[in-house]
Each structure stands twice: as structure tokens, then as C-alpha cells.
């Protein structure tokens, strides 16, 4: 399945990226409508994701022309941040919109929402993929006192963050200084990183699946006050 991604930020794609990572989905970033427009015969794609809340102004002239355009039939979803109101969303439908998303996917009901509208071909036992539209999570607060830190396997430099967001297999961790993480390329195991849970502190292995805005990574065991929650 081909989804052309349409949207400015990295981040935006990041997340519909890891949220389709378990699904036979090749995703494809245009950071230009424009530029879009001009590649859709060549894309060719299944379904277009266009970001409304980084063309505001755009995404009625964009949904125009793939109408116009393209012979097969194509879905088109909305990724929208907090700005947009009852009035955009009437017009949208109108317009032939089959689906209209928070672009943050604040929450599992929408990863597993945008997952039931795409119907993405799952990938096989064999095909690794990041188990994370099917996995529960839960987003860790001050209070939890959650942390992590690990070496850079080569130059040695300790690798300070925040964790966003944790599930029973997988983690996400934003990096104070990205610079230091740039070079970790995936698949990469990461040994002997220190993991606070509260007040206990863990040894643990990790493996890197992808580094893009953050670094996701999985367990290779996790610990036992975690494990509880799941």
C-alpha cells in the first residue's frame, strides 16, 4: 500500500510513520503541495494524507485537483491541529474528505481509528516492523520519575533525554542533543543502559528501530514495574 504524506514537519510525519510501521504502508513525504501535484501520476499512491494544518489555505485546492486528476479512486485524509473548527470539518465532508485525524494521534482510540479507515495489510511474522498500533502505551509524567540514559555504542558519550512514551515492547526517547544521536543507524543494539523507575534502578539492553525526531527503541527486557502496567 503507497500513502503520499503531504505536510511540512518532520515530526507529523514521524508519528504517522511509526503508527503504520507495523503494515505493508510505503510512505511518501512531499514537504510541497506543489511539488505533489506535479509527481501524482509518478507516485501513483493508494490514499493521500495532507496536512490542513500546515496549508490552511491549500488543502480545498489540493483535494480539487486529485479529484480532477487522477482516474483511480483515491482517499484522501486530513491531518488538523486544535484550529480546526465545525465550519472546515463541514466543508471537508463536502469536499470528499474520508477521514479527519489530530495530527498529534494524542491517543491509542486514534492510532487505532486511522489504522481501521486505511485498512493497511498487516506485515507477516517474518517482516520486522514496530509493534505499535496494536500496542498499549502510556505517557510518562514527572511523578513516574521514568529516565534513561546509554552510552553511544562508538565515541562513548552518555545520551541524555526524555522518554514520550512507553508500551510493553517499545519506547520513545527524545534526546536532549540530537547531534549525538544522529550517526545510530537501525537495526543497533544498545547494551548496558541505565533505566530509573521510580526509585529503582535497571540494567538494561536495548535495540534501536528508528531514529528520526526520536529514537525508538525495544525492549529486550523490561522491567518488572513496568511489566506490572501492561
Known amino acids: 500500500m503507497k500513502v503520499l504524506l503531504i505536510c511540512e514537519r518532520e515530526k507529523v510525519k514521524d508519528q504517522l510513520v511509526i503508527a503504520l510501521s507495523s503494515y505493508l504502508v510505503e510512505v511518501i513525504w512531499y514537504r510541497d503541495p506543489i511539488k505533489a501535484m506535479d509527481n501524482l501520476d509518478e507516485i501513483d499512491p493508494d490514499t493521500i494524507v495532507l496536512s490542513a494544518a500546515d496549508f490552511p489555505r491549500h488543502w480545498k485546492v489540493f483535494l480539487a485537483f486529485v479529484q480532477g486528476t487522477i482516474k483511480k479512486s483515491v482517499s484522501v485524509f486530513l491531518l488538523i491541529s486544535d484550529t480546526f473548527d465545525r465550519e472546515e470539518k463541514s466543508k471537508a465532508e463536502a469536499l470528499g474528505v474520508q477521514g479527519i485525524f489530530h495530527e498529534e494521534l494524542r491517543n491509542e482510540t486514534e492510532w487505532e481509528s486511522l489504522i481501521n479507515v486505511l485498512h493497511p495489510p498487516a506485515k507477516g511474522k517474518g517482516e520486522q516492523g514496530i509493534p505499535t498500533s496494536k500496542e498499549s502505551f502510556f505517557e510518562p509524567s514527572p511523578k513516574d520519575r521514568i529516565e534513561l540514559l546509554f552510552l553511544h555504542p562508538e565515541t562513548l558519550h552518555l545520551i541524555e533525554g526524555k522518554i514520550t512514551r512507553i508500551g510493553k515492547e517499545t519506547l520513545w526517547f527524545l ?56
Not at 528508528?210 to 514495574?225: A, D, H, K, S, T
Request: aromatic fraction near 6%; charged fraction near 25%; charge should be negative.
Open 175 to 230: 534526546p536532549s542533543k540530537k547531534e549525538k544521536t544522529q550517526d545510530l543507524t537501525p537495526p543497533l543494539h544498545l547494551p548496558a543502559c541505565s533505566f530509573r523507575v521510580g526509585s529503582s534502578l535497571h540494567t538494561i539492553d536495548l535495540e534501536l528501530l528508528e531514529n528520526r525526531e526520536q529514537l525508538v527503541l525495544r525492549f529486550l527486557q523490561i522491567p518488572p514495574e513496568l511489566a506490572e502496567r501492561f
